[in-house]
T-cell receptor, first 109, second 118 residues
Framework: KNEVEQSPQNLTAQEGEFITINCSYSVGISALHWLQQHPGGGIVSLFMLSSGKKKHGRLIATINIQEKHSSLHITASHPRDSAVYIC???????????WGAGTKLIIKP | SAVISQKPSRDICQRGTSLTIQCQVD?????MFWYRQQPGQSLTLIATANQGSEATYESGFVIDKFPISRPNLTFSTLTVSNMSPEDSSIYLC???????????????FGQGTRLTVV
């Protein structure tokens, strides 16, 4: 079993829909990251969080440390949100990031 | 935040040749990380590059195949040597989270180098 699991692997939705991507992890962490990768390959950090909830524009990230679970929500989705969304965690004992497999999101106009 | 300029953005190379990828950061950072992302896969850490010391390679990656330079705190190169089609991947450099041991910071990435070996 992978230490970081994301679901779903693929998600196709219509423009305007509310999107939820889930991330579960099985190790002790110091922080969880949500990142976005566009088709060209570049990766952008969206959020880093260790508790609670963060919001940036139409994006919301939540984390439940007790349940070892995080969600990324996109409100009023738009075709430009189409990308791969990746969850990664930082461990206390090791500075390296542990990566989820990513969720490929396609928003249709 | 950190801004990373990575080049080339893409290249098509002949097997048996080598390609050097460069990353320039707009601030001084202790550690830089090099990742490979094979088609349809998640990121795999190749090595961690500290300024002034040899890079630390992950299991499955060796210096002869992926030599790394880190001449100063803002620059690093990764060379993919004696390339084969199996080396076709996206290569990314990164700084930050994990940039300093024990410190949580965001992870910042270069734009990626999409390498195709023919």
């Amino acid at each position: 079993k992978n230490e970081v699991e994301q679901s779903p692997q693929n998600l196709t939705a219509q423009e305007g829909e509310f999107i939820t991507i889930n991330c579960s992890y099985s190790v002790g962490i110091s922080a969880l990251h949500w990142l976005q990768q566009h088709p060209g390959g570049g990766i952008v950090s969206l959020f880093m969080l260790s508790s609670g909830k963060k919001k940036h524009g139409r994006l919301i990230a939540t984390i439940n440390i007790q349940e070892k679970h995080s969600s990324l929500h996109i409100t009023a989705s738009h075709p430009r949100d189409s990308a791969v969304y990746i969850c990664a965690v930082s461990r206390y004992s090791n500075y390296q990031l542990i990566w989820g497999a990513g969720t490929k999101l396609i928003i249709k106009p | 935040s950190a801004v990373i300029s990575q080049k080339p953005s893409r290249d098509i190379c002949q097997r048996g040749t080598s390609l050097t990828i460069q990353c320039q950061v707009d601030s001084q950072v202790t550690m830089m990380f090099w990742y490979r992302q094979q088609p349809g896969q998640s990121l795999t850490l190749i090595a961690t590059a500290n300024q002034g010391s040899e890079a630390t390679y992950e299991s499955g990656f060796v210096i002869d195949k992926f030599p790394i330079s880190r001449p100063n705190l803002t620059f690093s190169t990764l060379t993919v040597s004696n390339m084969s089609p199996e080396d076709s991947s996206i290569y990314l450099c990164s700084v930050g989270s994990a940039g300093q041991v024990g410190t949580n910071t965001e992870a910042f990435f270069g734009q990626g180098t999409r390498l195709t070996v023919v």
